[in-house]
């Protein structure tokens, strides 16, 4: 069993895939390849769920979008080595662990609000 634990434990990402939560809006570059080349493909959506599985090798995020009106999800394994990033777009103010309500949703009712950052804005000078 320590083998096991082993491997997992070496095949696990070395650097943080990004700082996302449920309900972001995220560009997932993902590593794919066509014959002999390689190049990075862009798939942008909302995060409806994150799921950490059995152990942190198997921890997976699923991202939603809508393309020519037909919804389209794919599962992200977190720990691949295709997955090159998560990059941020959007923060999402959301109250729930999973978004799958946005399934039965079309058209505007798809977006998640944005979550606004209080930040510290200085007075406007007169």
Do not use: C, W
Not at 14 to 29: I, P, R, S, Y
Not at 50 to 78: D, L, Y
Not at 96 to 118: C, F, H, P, S
């Amino acid at each position: 069993m320590d083998l096991l634990a082993h491997v997992a434990q070496s095949s696990l990402r070395k650097e943080a895939l990004g700082a996302f939560a449920v309900g972001d809006t995220v560009n997932v570059h993902t590593r794919i390849k066509e014959g002999d080349k390689e190049r990075v493909q862009v798939f942008n959506g909302t995060v409806i769920a994150k799921s950490r599985g059995q152990g942190p090798i198997n921890a997976t995020f699923t991202v939603r979008r809508v393309v020519a009106g037909e919804g389209v999800e794919r599962i992200f394994p977190s720990h691949s080595p295709k997955v090159v990033q998560v990059e941020v777009v959007r923060k999402g103010a959301v109250r729930r662990a999973k978004l799958y309500y946005l399934r039965d949703r079309v058209g505007k009712a798809t977006k998640v609000k944005e979550l606004m950052v209080n930040e510290a804005v200085a007075p406007a000078a007169k």
